[in-house]
């Protein structure tokens, strides 16, 4: 039989641990690809926007809730998998007045720096384009809390949106119009919808 002393010291300690805060710990997730958007859009004679997607790429994601500076992001995209609904129009992204797909395959985003930003988070890192590294700010929207799917996998999801200057990745074609205007505009609004699977526990010792 215990003692009181002894009942009182393991009561008090089984009282302390059910206080503390439970640490989480940070996860691993994966882009699914199955359910996520890459997509663009960029202005067409300065009278309309042209929208695109990729339809190739790859992507991970370190959440860390409890410290979310901790978190990491990288994304690799398959440039030749442009899509603007206009084959003419694809071709000639793919080509060497724009993303010369054959010699630059792919293009890399690799966070450098995670904050907090009101109810969602502002990601800063470094986007790759045709070898040329420019700092890029994502804005990524309010984290969707754990779903189960179906499955048994554990899904979360969100939205990001950045701005660029297609010339500062070497994306420099264009055609000057009569009164001043270009065919192509120089700023590209990323737009991303993305869903993440979390990595089984197996998976990450892989």
Known sequence: MLSFSRFARTSLLGLAIAAFPVIAQAADFDIDTAHTRVGFGVRHLMVSTVHGTFGKFTGAVVLDDQDVT???????????????????????????????????????????KVEKDGDGLKVTGDLTIKAITKPVVLKVGALSQEVKDPWGG???????????????????????????????????????EVELVKKAPDAKKG
Do not use: C, Q
């Open 154 to 192: 554990t899904r979360r999801g969100t939205t990001a949106s950045a701005k660029i200057s297609r010339k500062d990745v070497g994306l420099t074609w264009n055609k000057a119009l009569d009164g001043g205007s270009v065919v192509v505009g120089d700023e590209v609004a990323i737009e991303l």
């Open 70 to 112: 901790k978190s990491k992001v990288n994304l690799e995209i398959d440039v030749a998998s442009i899509d603007t609904r206009e084959p003419k129009r694809d071709d000639h992204l793919r080509s060497p007045d724009f993303f010369d797909a054959a010699k630059f395959p792919k293009m890399t985003f690799k966070s450098t």
